[in-house]
């Protein structure tokens, strides 16, 4: 197998299974070309692919070489206009022909797409691609920002304001930092902990990346851990589709967050995840981000073969329910670089958003038996472009397709979620999706709530007025027609939407609630008001009972974010790990005992209980370093 068609595969493969790129490339085992060549071909060619995939699709020759894949075609390209040596391969190759007969055509797409930005050369536009000031699949004006989740686990906001992010300029608006090239880091308001940087502030080199003590994690996938909330009185918690671990370990840090020591946390989370491969992502994210103490890994496990009834799973009173989709709001992925293929058609620059996928290559533009037989004058790009967590990419061609595809994701993703309405301590449920489509969210929502097992449990959905400040304050609602005119039901659902002003990908997320008993054995630990509703601070954490914070000012004291009917009274939530690390399945335990806490820590104590977590997980981070040494 030749280079580019080795390179292609890596490409070509679903992104989320086995690390980054480079970890893939450089683990596996029977290359026939060299893995360092592979990989440089690839960055280079992801690099240039925006400026390439508009040469490609000028000269049209997808469509004059039907051997020619979109990828293919990057990687051949590439190197017959970059590669000093041009392309890789015998004359007389017919891959080598299928592009070098073009090459004056290429060439002078080339030159015009220098032209087109203004470019005086190609040295010039190498400069210009070098620096990430490339990105056509962003609107020139704001490009999607680069949201980073500050992991409390490891570290505070503060610390990295004052070292990660020592250089940067403070921006008050998410629009200053959706400028290429700015150095301005904008702290969000509605999900603590969590910033916004440009997205050509590369920052996966940095000690912070590497340590887990930041997680590049979109802004709308915080929302779920943060609207669940799981409090002490909530006992466990059950993530059921976890990997790659960005929800697994928010909500870890969550649960910390609510407890002044660690030692004192209790809880558990269950991190299901169905996908072996995934699994093993999901285990080192885990212990990246410090959170496999909390974390109770069932690797390759089925959430749907689970005893809700089991004696494990007693304890659990809040689910994470994040399954598998159609994708269709996600615009990036961070464990690959962004590679923008052409097309067959120039009809596609109409939604270039449709074919673009960060580091998802999809195959949608492949030229299949169907399009080859049809006629040129038809469109041949597809309808839309499926691509669900488990990798499977499915190009739909007609309504009647993606319809089909709708149908089959939203019976799972019922499925799993009427599964959850069955754990008899449950009391809080997220269901959340990365589509855009009303079959997989709001369909789903109504769904579960019309169910037999929702009303014999009592669940029902958790209204606006009920969230969690930054969830209750979030503009973008559910869809009214979806939710048949139902203003209440359309409120309480959450959307994001892909490329709005927010910055964020396409997202939808929901909020069960039920009355019932806290778990028992939790003691009540939070400071409530006279309505029996939590005290939470600015950053929306309930306030401890005798903690420092006991006295909140009226701007600190937020209404009720739980719904009233369940207090019960005096009872009481990447890719970003250094490839070359690997961590030991026994190494993650979710039995392991918390530190005990240093004399550093009981000075720092006296500061917020956010911070003396941070601090004693620091501690059980260096601690497991050294045993692992030893
Ligand atoms: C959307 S991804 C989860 C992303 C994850 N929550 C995060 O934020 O990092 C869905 C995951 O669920 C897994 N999955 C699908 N069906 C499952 C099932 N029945 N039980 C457990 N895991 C499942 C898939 O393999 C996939 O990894």
Known sequence: MSLYHETAEFLTAPTNVGGSLKSRIFSKKDLKSQPAQIYALAIESCKWSSVLKEVIEKADILRLERKLTPVLSVLLVHDLLLAKRGVALPAIHGLRSSVERHKGRLQSEFTKARLKRKLSSVEALKAHIE?????????????????????????????QLETTFAGYERATTIDAVRQRGSKRVFIDGSIPNLVAISPTSDLSKSDAYKSGAIIFQDKASCFPAYLLD??????????????????????????????????????RIH?????????????????????????????????????????????????????SCSGSGIIGRDDMPELHLPVLKQKANADSSKNFRKGKVTKASEPTEQTRKRKREEPEEPLDVLVDDDGMVTAVDTEDELKARLTALSKFQLELLLHSFKFPSARKITYSTCSIYAEENENVVKQALDSAIAEERGWR??????????????????SLEACDGNTVLAESCIRANKGDEHGTMGFFLAGFVRDLKAPENIEAQFLRDEKGHLVRDLMGFPIKAGSEDEEPTTDDVTETKIPEEKIVEDQDEWGGFDDEQS??????????????????????????????????????????KKKRKN
């Open 271 to 323: 991190a299901f995840e169905k996908n072996k491969g995934r699994a093993e992502t999901l285990e080192k994210m885990v212990y990246q981000a410090g959170s496999d103490g909390l974390t109770k890994l069932h690797p390759g496990q089925d959430f749907l073969k689970t005893d809700p009834e089991a004696p494990t799973f007693k304890r659990v009173g809040a689910l994470l329910l994040d399954p």
């Open 461 to 478: 959905i958790l209204k606006r007025n009920d969230q969690i400040r930054g969830m209750r304050e979030w503009p973008n609602r559910g």
């Open 131 to 159: 620096a990430g000031l490339e990105n056509s699949a962003d609107t020139s004006e704001a490009p999607y920002p680069r949201w980073v989740r500050i992991n409390t686990l490891k570290t505070a906001i503060e610390d």
């Open 230 to 267: 799981p409090l002490p009185e909530d006992g466990d918690v059950i993530d059921t589709c976890s990997a790659p671990g960005n929800k697994t370990t928010h909500i870890a840090a969550i649960l910390l967050s609510h407890n002044s020591e660690p030692e004192d946390c209790k809880q």
């Open 583 to 624: 961590i030991p399945n026994h190494e993650i335990n979710a039995d392991k005992k918390l530190p005990e806490k240093s004399k550093k820590q009981e000075v720092d104590r006296a500061s917020k209980h956010s911070h003396s977590a941070v601090r004693n997980r620091q501690d059980l981070a260096s601690k497991k």
